[in-house]
């Protein structure tokens, strides 16, 4: 790790203590440990308050005959929010307005009219917009400092998080969350040099048996795409050269030595160098969160994505998010309404999207959003939100998998990966080197490629067996069927391992 560019990160007041250069020698499993040691820590695109705000249909009736109405809105809620009315002058903030996602990126009413067969509604994105806050210095996140050693998560500053909560409250606004970087939910290794050797291709209950899966044809994920969403990767690594992986938009700048050891985990070449991934045959590219015009902009990428890609290919999502109600960060993407809706609409268009649960130990079942509803939990179906989406979970490497302590959990969670010990891929703070590689890469980060290797495993021999790919709500059903059991299914809870042998053998594979 570059002390240059963690004081960079300091600087920026997300991780306000001290503790960070040794997180390394911490044992993993902790959620101090795993925020001690979250990849490479880069400086911010930009570190005022933006928010995601959707309108009411009445709402968006109102901005359209008024451009101001936004600004409006926002000036409404001002005088409500504690420290920017202190001293004798009130503080304006002035806000910048444009929409959430480009005209371009969003579903088409044909595509709308087309998925919402089984009544889902399909969102249009027109109702959502971006809102830049851009003076006053004011921060979009803490320095909240730690408390006897033990550091809290990453979080939003408290003007932040009152502007979220007293927007949410007016009638006009549908939702509303935060639009801010962070890192990718993994642990960055590099130090400490381990024998763990790509173990997750190995049979049942150690991995997910990709070598068996090699041995039938589409098994190494021939004819599929694969396309992992974060915002760094070294693409020139001797290992994935060969893979000719690209970029479908954003900038490829922030977390390169994350994105590399993720990439080398599916697509590591099958050659004299390096490793293997579990399916080399796959089509790998790269699109960022970080876009073209230096927004950090979640929704709008994951739309971007699915408009590129082919229904029964695999969108990775390598990313956390921060919570609109608590503020804190190392939540899944799918917390924030227009993550939620964005992935939704890639589902219908028959993507098969793999979700990190990310890295905050947080039980999501007792997870409530800004209207009290339990999104994540599958036993109240009322208030569950299905998106389509696999969610991933941590687990030890060693047998019986037990959940990792940082590992989000609950009945959300459809599958889990190993969370420590990986063997793949690495690179430098600044993606040039190009021949480094890890025995130690780690958090739901790792686990989430291994669910797309297998994933794309299932998709290869259906491609090859039947002529076609299966769909989201399929390949999630056969990811989950003959799995390896965690030590405890009932306390971990975060659902099995994927055994490629007894999916194959079992004749899964069908429509
Ligand atoms: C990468 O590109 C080269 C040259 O175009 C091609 O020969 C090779 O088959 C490609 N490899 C993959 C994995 O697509
Ligand atoms: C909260 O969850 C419910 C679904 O259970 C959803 O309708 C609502 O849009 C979500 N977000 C907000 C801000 O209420």
């Avoid at 173990?199 to 049942?204: K, V």
């Avoid at 268009?349 to 905050?360: D, F, K, L, S, T």
């Amino acid at each position: 790790m570059s002390v240059s560019r963690l004081k960079a990160w300091l600087g920026a007041g997300l991780l306000a203590t001290a503790q960070l250069t040794s997180g390394y020698a911490l044992d993993l499993g902790s959620k101090e440990s795993v925020e001690a040691v979250t990849s490479t820590l880069s400086s911010l695109a930009s570190n005022a308050p933006r928010l995601a705000l959707k309108l009411t249909p009445e709402g968006l009736k109102k901005q359209l005959e008024d451009p101001e109405f936004i600004t409006s809105l926002v000036s409404g809620v001002e005088s409500l929010i504690d420290g920017l009315n202190t001293g004798r002058h009130r503080r304006r903030l002035t806000p910048n307005v444009a929409p959430l996602v480009p005209q371009e990126h969003r579903p088409s009413a044909a595509l709308r009219k087309r998925l919402d067969v089984d009544g889902v509604q399909i969102p249009s994105f027109e109702e959502w917009f971006q809102i830049d806050i851009d003076d006053l210095g004011l921060s979009a996140v803490s320095t909240a400092s730690s408390k006897s050693g033990k550091e809290a998560p990453p979080a939003l500053s408290k003007l932040t998080l009152e502007l979220i909560h007293q927007l949410n409250k007016l009638d006009t606004v549908a939702s509303v969350h935060a639009l801010q970087q962070g890192p990718p939910p993994a642990v960055n290794p590099n130090d400490d040099p381990r024998s763990g050797n790509q173990g997750y291709l190995n049979a049942a209950p150690q991995g997910i048996n990709a070598r068996y899966a090699w041995t039938i044809t589409g098994g190494d994920g021939a004819r599929v795409g694969i396309v992992d969403m974060e915002q760094g990767w070294n693409l020139n690594h001797e290992d994935l050269r060969a893979a000719n992986i690209t970029l479908i938009s954003g900038r490829n700048r922030d977390y390169p030595d994350h994105g590399t050891a993720v990439l080398g985990q599916m697509l590591m070449a099958d050659n004299q160098i390096g490793g293997v991934g579990i399916v080399p045959a796959a089509k790998g590219r790269v699109i960022s969160q970080s876009r073209p015009d230096g927004s950090y902009n979640t929704a709008a990428t994951i739309l971007d994505a699915c408009n590129n890609m082919a229904s029964g290919d695999i969108l990775l999502l390598e990313a956390q998010e921060f919570d609109p109600v608590g503020g804190q960060y190392y939540w899944p993407v799918s917390v924030a309404d227009a993550n939620h809706e964005a992935i939704l609409v890639c589902t219908g268009r028959g993507i098969i999207v793999v979700e990190a649960a990310c890295n905050g130990g947080n039980d999501l079942d007792a997870y409530r959003n800004l209207s009290n509803k339990r999104i994540f939990n599958r036993a109240f179906p009322s208030e569950y939100r299905e998106s389509g989406a696999i969610m991933v979970g941590a687990s030890s490497a060693s047998v019986p998998h037990f959940r990792l302590g940082y590992s989000n959990h609950g009945s959300r969670v459809d599958v889990y990966g190993w969370g420590e010990n990986i063997d793949t891929t690495f690179t430098n703070a600044d993606g040039t080197a190009n021949n480094l590689y890890t025995t130690s890469f780690s958090g739901t980060s790792g686990a989430s490629p291994i669910i797309v290797g297998a994933a794309a495993a299932v998709q290869g021999i259906a491609q090859a067996r039947l002529g076609r790919k299966l769909s989201p709500a399929r390949v999630r059903t056969i990811l989950t069927t003959s799995g390896t059991a965690s030590r405890t299914p009932s306390s971990d809870r975060i659902g099995v391992l994927p055994n490629l042998k007894a999916i194959i053998d079992g004749g899964h594979i069908r429509v």
